[in-house]
C-alpha cells in the first residue's frame, strides 16, 4: 500500500462532491440507458463515441490542481465536511499526485506524466479534469452536439456527420496532454459501455447488452468455496442488467435466456437461477434497513454460517470474504516485499545448538521484532524475549540470521505476540507453572 494512500482516500471524500454537478456526467449504465431511450436523432446525424487515450497517466496535475482548487472554491459546503482549508487540501493534493513512486525489478522509479493508479483520489480528479475540458470545447464549438454524455473518459454524442473529424479536432487542442480517439456507428449501432445502441427507423434509440467478442461468460463457478449470497449476488446482477440495459421485451428476454444459459454452464442449477429472480419480501428489506453493526469475517464453509446465526439476533450483520483467490494467486503484478519488511507475520528462528525452533507471530514488520529480540539478547531480558530465556537458561545462541517467514495475511492486525517452542523430534519441555505440554511452551507478551 502506498503510503499516501489514507491520504489520498481521506481527499477523495472531500472532493468527490464536487464532481458530476454538470448534465454531461454519467453515474452508470442504468442511467445512461434511460436517458439515450428518451432521445431522438435527425437523419443527419450519427452516434459517436469519443474515448481519452490513456486518462490516467494523461492527467495534467498542475490542471488538475487548478481545478480541483476552482471547485473546492465555489463549493459552499465544504466547511460541513472538513475544517481544513482550501490552501491545506491543495497543499495535500499536490503530495499525493505529486508521489508516483513504484517500484520494479527491485528498482524505484517515478511516473513522471499523470496521476497514480490504484490512489483513490486519482479517479475524482480525473473527472474534474474531464469536466473542466468538456465545458471549454463544447462552449466554443461552433455546432453543439444533439446531447454529449460521459462516464470519466467514455463519451457519446450524436451530430451531423460532417463535423464529427472537427470537434474531434476540436476536443484534442484544448489540452495537448488529453488526446480523444473516435468510433462512428456502423451500421446503425454504436456500442457504450456495456450498452449497444441501435437506430431505428423513426430516429429513436433502443438499447441492449452489449459484450466485446472477446467475453467468455465466465462467472463465479457455483462449486467455488464461495458464501452462497456470493452466488445470488452473481445471478441478481446479471438478470438486473438485463432488465436495466434491454429497451424491449424482445431483447430482454434474449438477454435473460442467454444469462441462465452461461449459468448453468457454470454449473448453477437452473431452479436457484428462477429463485433469485423473485422479488424480495417487505420482511427482507426491512431487515437491511435496520441499524447494524458491520463485521467481515473469512469465509469458511459450514462455520460461517453458524457464526452469522449466532450474531445476527445481537444485531451485527456478518459478511464474509474469500481466504484466497484465483487472482490471488496468479497474479502478481508487484515486486514481492522483502521478508523482513513483511507485516503480519508468523517466523522462525532456528536454535544453532539443539533441534528446537523458536516460533513467533508479529503484526508489525519482522525487522522491527528482530531488533527487540536482539536487545532482548544483549541485555538478557527474559521478559522480552522467549529467545533470551533459551540463552539463560541453556545457554543457547540463535543466529537472527536465519529467521525465515512461515505464513503472513495482508490483513493481521494483531497487537499482541504469541510466542511458543515447537518442539522437534518429540521433545517436550516443561512449563514452569503447568507442567509438561505436548509440544508447545506459549507466553503471551504485549506487542
Same mark, same amino acid.
Given at each position: 500500500?502506498?503510503?499516501?494512500?489514507?491520504?489520498?482516500?481521506?481527499?477523495?471524500?472531500?472532493?468527490?462532491?464536487?464532481?458530476?454537478?454538470?448534465?454531461?456526467?454519467? #453515474?452508470?449504465?442504468?442511467?445512461?440507458?434511460?436517458?439515450?431511450?428518451?432521445?431522438?436523432?435527425?437523419?443527419?446525424?450519427?452516434?459517436?463515441?469519443?474515448? $481519452?487515450?490513456?486518462?490516467?497517466?494523461?492527467?495534467?496535475?498542475?490542471?488538475?490542481?487548478?481545478?480541483?482548487?476552482?471547485?473546492?472554491?465555489?463549493?459552499?459546503?465544504?466547511?460541513?465536511?472538513?475544517?481544513?482549508?482550501?490552501?491545506?487540501?491543495?497543499?495535500?493534493?499536490?503530495?499525493?499526485?505529486?508521489?508516483?513512486?513504484?517500484?520494479?525489478?527491485?528498482?524505484?522509479?517515478?511516473? =513522471?506524466?499523470?496521476?497514480?493508479?490504484?490512489?483513490?483520489?486519482?479517479?475524482?480528479?480525473?473527472?474534474?479534469?474531464?469536466?473542466?475540458?468538456?465545458?471549454?470545447?463544447?462552449?466554443?464549438?461552433?455546432?453543439?452536439?444533439?446531447?454529449?454524455?460521459?462516464?470519466?473518459?467514455?463519451?457519446?454524442?450524436?451530430?451531423?456527420?460532417?463535423?464529427?473529424?472537427?470537434?474531434?479536432?476540436?476536443?484534442?487542442?484544448?489540452?495537448?496532454?488529453?488526446?480523444?480517439?473516435?468510433?462512428?456507428?456502423? &451500421?446503425?449501432?454504436?456500442?457504450?459501455?456495456? =450498452?449497444?445502441?441501435?437506430?431505428? +427507423?423513426?430516429?429513436? =434509440?433502443?438499447?441492449?447488452?452489449?459484450?466485446?467478442?472477446?467475453?467468455?461468460?465466465?462467472?463465479?463457478?457455483?462449486?467455488?468455496?464461495?458464501?452462497?449470497?456470493?452466488?445470488?449476488?452473481?445471478?441478481?446482477?446479471?438478470?438486473?442488467?438485463?432488465?436495466?440495459?434491454?429497451?424491449?421485451?424482445?431483447?430482454? $428476454?434474449?438477454?435473460?435466456?442467454?444469462?441462465?444459459?452461461?449459468?448453468?454452464?457454470?454449473?448453477? !442449477?437452473?431452479?436457484?437461477?428462477? #429463485?433469485?429472480?423473485?422479488?424480495?419480501?417487505?420482511?427482507?428489506?426491512?431487515?437491511?434497513?435496520?441499524?447494524?453493526?458491520?463485521?467481515?469475517?473469512?469465509?469458511?464453509? &459450514?462455520?460461517?454460517?453458524?457464526?452469522?446465526?449466532?450474531?445476527?439476533?445481537?444485531?451485527?450483520?456478518?459478511?464474509?470474504?474469500?481466504?484466497?483467490?484465483?487472482?490471488?494467486?496468479?497474479?502478481?503484478? #508487484?515486486?514481492?516485499? !522483502?521478508?523482513?519488511?513483511?507485516?503480519?507475520?508468523?517466523?522462525?528462528?532456528?536454535?544453532?545448538?539443539? !533441534?528446537?525452533?523458536?516460533?513467533?507471530?508479529?503484526?508489525? +514488520?519482522?525487522?522491527?521484532?528482530?531488533?527487540?529480540?536482539?536487545?532482548?539478547? #544483549?541485555?538478557?531480558?527474559?521478559?522480552?524475549?522467549?529467545?533470551?530465556?533459551?540463552?539463560?537458561?541453556?545457554?543457547?545462541?540463535?543466529?537472527?540470521?536465519?529467521?525465515?517467514?512461515?505464513?503472513?495475511? !495482508?490483513?493481521?492486525?494483531?497487537?499482541?505476540?504469541?510466542?511458543?517452542?515447537?518442539?522437534?523430534?518429540?521433545?517436550?519441555?516443561?512449563?514452569?507453572?503447568?507442567?509438561?505440554?505436548? &509440544?508447545?511452551?506459549?507466553?503471551?507478551?504485549?506487542?
Amino acid at each position: 500500500m502506498s503510503p499516501t494512500y489514507e491520504l489520498s482516500k481521506f481527499l477523495a471524500s472531500l472532493l468527490s462532491p464536487c464532481v458530476g454537478l454538470t448534465d454531461h456526467h454519467v #453515474k452508470n449504465s442504468g442511467q445512461f440507458a434511460r436517458f439515450i431511450t428518451s432521445q431522438t436523432l435527425a437523419d443527419t446525424d450519427v452516434l459517436v463515441s469519443f474515448d $481519452v487515450v490513456s486518462l490516467f497517466t494523461r492527467v495534467p496535475t498542475a490542471r488538475a490542481l487548478q481545478v480541483s482548487r476552482d471547485r473546492l472554491e465555489n463549493d459552499p459546503t465544504l466547511a460541513e465536511r472538513t475544517c481544513l482549508s482550501v490552501d491545506n487540501i491543495c497543499d495535500l493534493l499536490s503530495l499525493c499526485l505529486d508521489a508516483t513512486y513504484l517500484t520494479f525489478e527491485g528498482k524505484v522509479y517515478r511516473q =513522471i506524466h499523470g496521476t497514480a493508479m490504484g490512489s483513490p483520489v486519482s479517479v475524482v480528479v480525473a473527472n474534474l479534469v474531464m469536466e473542466d475540458i468538456e465545458q471549454k470545447a463544447l462552449s466554443t464549438f461552433h455546432t453543439p452536439p444533439r446531447f454529449w454524455r460521459r462516464y470519466v473518459d467514455d463519451t457519446c454524442t450524436a451530430l451531423p456527420l460532417d463535423v464529427v473529424d472537427s470537434l474531434h479536432q476540436h476536443l484534442n487542442s484544448v489540452d495537448p496532454s488529453i488526446q480523444f480517439t473516435v468510433e462512428k456507428e456502423n &451500421g446503425g449501432q454504436l456500442p457504450f459501455l456495456d =450498452i449497444l445502441l441501435s437506430r431505428e +427507423s423513426d430516429g429513436s =434509440i433502443s438499447t441492449s447488452v452489449y459484450r466485446k467478442a472477446t467475453h467468455t461468460d465466465q462467472y463465479l463457478n457455483f462449486q467455488s468455496h464461495h458464501p452462497v449470497a456470493h452466488k445470488r449476488a452473481v445471478v441478481r446482477t446479471l438478470m438486473c442488467r438485463a432488465e436495466g440495459l434491454s429497451s424491449s421485451a424482445v431483447s430482454r $428476454v434474449a438477454e435473460e435466456k442467454h444469462v441462465v444459459e452461461a449459468l448453468q454452464r457454470n454449473g448453477y !442449477p437452473k431452479g436457484f437461477i428462477h #429463485k433469485q429472480t423473485r422479488p424480495r419480501t417487505d420482511q427482507a428489506s426491512q431487515k437491511d434497513n435496520e441499524t447494524r453493526a458491520n463485521l467481515t469475517l473469512p469465509y469458511i464453509s &459450514g462455520l460461517s454460517e453458524s457464526i452469522r446465526r449466532i450474531l445476527s439476533p445481537l444485531s451485527i450483520q456478518v459478511s464474509f470474504r474469500p481466504l484466497k483467490t484465483l487472482k490471488q494467486v496468479l497474479v502478481h503484478p #508487484k515486486d514481492p516485499v !522483502p521478508a523482513s519488511r513483511r507485516k503480519g507475520v508468523v517466523y522462525s528462528i532456528p536454535c544453532a545448538e539443539c !533441534p528446537r525452533t523458536y516460533i513467533g507471530q508479529t503484526g508489525r +514488520s519482522l525487522d522491527l521484532r528482530l531488533q527487540e529480540h536482539r536487545r532482548a539478547l #544483549k541485555n538478557a531480558d527474559v521478559a522480552a524475549s522467549a529467545v533470551a530465556e533459551h540463552l539463560f537458561e541453556a545457554g543457547h545462541r540463535f543466529d537472527l540470521s536465519k529467521a525465515s517467514v512461515i505464513d503472513s495475511h !495482508p490483513h493481521t492486525q494483531t497487537r499482541c505476540l504469541l510466542e511458543s517452542w515447537h518442539i522437534q523430534h518429540h521433545q517436550a519441555p516443561l512449563n514452569r507453572e503447568r507442567g509438561p505440554l505436548p &509440544g508447545l511452551y506459549a507466553t503471551m507478551l504485549s506487542d
